[in-house]
């Protein structure tokens, strides 16, 4: 179970390195907030299960705490991306905008 326990955490590391490099090179606000929280929802899991696995005992707390995780991040990068799209200039590679009627978008997409 302790090997199990390390390659879970080691993937965990993994996720988390790839979220915070999603981070640094994405080139807009709304990929960056994607990269992040994808990213760190996983590795969040997999360490947590890795976690588990070494202390059998506190799976059912880290289960708990997995179901708040996966409940609250995706309902925080919806709020930061509604923010960022009320709040700032919308990148110039938009296509098309189906928010604009629903927020008052700009007028910026051609």
């Known amino acids: 179970m302790e090997i199990f326990s390390y390659i ?3 993937i965990g590391g993994l996720f988390y390195l790839l979220g915070g ?3 640094l090179r994405m080139p807009d606000t709304f990929n960056r907030i994607q990269a ?3 990213a760190t929802t996983l590795g969040a899991f997999s360490l947590l299960i ?3 696995f070494n202390n059998p005992e506190w799976f059912p707390k880290l289960l708990l705490i997995i179901v708040f995780i996966a409940l609250a991040n995706p309902i925080g ?3 930061l991306a ?5 709040s ?3 990148p110039e590679n938009l296509v098309q ?3 604009k009627d629903l927020f008052g978008g700009k007028d910026n997409v051609s």
């Open 21 to 23: 490099l999603g981070i």
């Open 77 to 79: 990068s919806s709020a």
């Open 82 to 86: 509604k923010a960022t799209y009320r």
């Open 88 to 90: 700032s200039d919308l």
């Open 50 to 52: 890795g976690i588990g």
């Open 36 to 38: 992040g929280t994808k």
């Open 8 to 10: 879970f955490m080691t």
């Open 97 to 99: 905008d189906d928010l």
